[in-house]
């Protein structure tokens, strides 16, 4: 990990604002080096960000024919093209509407036989790829990232985990009942994150906000994973509500 830290903390106006200065970084990023590899993440927060992205596709300002994509975490036990999964998501709000190749596209496999082999293909996978140029990342109100729920280690690498209650109380909406949701998730670990070369947070909404004031207090405890991420030496949060 890096001893030398520094946060780049960006007040947005409104979500409109963070969607599109997120979208810009990135936009950056694989315009400087065209076979980027880029981590993804699910979730509310993003969802105006891949617009944006999108937007800048379809506009010719950025091209994803070389890069390659990495999501954080995926549910276990539901197919692929279950609604809810979050390679759907992924399809729905990027994948499907850019040209970033299917086989530069990666999720974890949460449908796979055997769940520690995927976790340790996944690793292998990012490390032969070079490793993450950019992480986007969220934040639960828990401070989780990934579903790397409190307690996590910050040496942790990809794993398989149990899905905290007050994640799933949040989650269960996008299933049509609570028995449906899953248990388990694959999620990159903390130690993954952190090789990522940049993070990019976004946070928006008044339920985040003492998340993020938690994290700006900059006490480092793996009772709060985010604060993991003052060992990160590039870290950007956009962040409003
Ligand atoms: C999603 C993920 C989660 C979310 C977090 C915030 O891939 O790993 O950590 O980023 O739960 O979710 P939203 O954005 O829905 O508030």
Avoid at 17 to 38: C, G, I, T, W, Y
Avoid at 86 to 102: G, I, N, Q, R
């Amino acid at each position: 990990m890096n001893e030398v830290y520094e946060f780049n903390w960006v007040e947005v106006a409104d979500y409109d604002e963070m969607s599109r200065l997120a979208a810009e970084l990135f936009e950056q990023q694989v315009n400087k080096k065209p076979d980027s590899v880029l981590g993804l993440a699910t979730g509310a927060s993003p969802i105006g960000f891949y617009r944006n992205l999108v937007d800048r596709y379809v506009k010719g300002r950025i091209s994803f024919a070389n890069v390659q994509t990495f999501n954080l975490d995926e549910y276990t036990g539901l197919e692929f093209s279950h609604p809810t999964s979050f390679y759907s998501y992924m399809e729905e709000h990027l994948f499907t509407k850019v040209d970033l190749p299917a086989i530069h596209r990666h999720l974890p496999d949460g449908e796979a036989a055997n769940l520690n082999e995927e976790c340790v293909r996944y690793e292998r996978v990012i490390r032969e790829s070079g490793g993450i140029d950019i992480q986007l990342l969220g934040i639960g109100v828990n401070g989780h990232i990934g579903f790397n729920e409190p307690g996590t280690p910050f040496h942790s690498r990809t794993h398989i985990v149990k899905l905290a209650e007050s994640t799933r109380a949040r989650n269960a909406k996008y299933f049509p009942s609570a028995e449906e949701f899953p248990r388990q998730a694959i999620t990159m670990g903390i130690q993954t994150i952190l090789e990522a070369k940049k993070i990019i947070l976004l946070a928006f909404g008044e339920e985040k906000t003492e998340a993020i004031e938690r994290l700006r207090s900059g006490n480092v405890s793996k009772d709060f994973p985010a604060s993991c991420l003052h060992r990160h030496s590039n870290v950007t949060v956009l962040y409003g509500k």
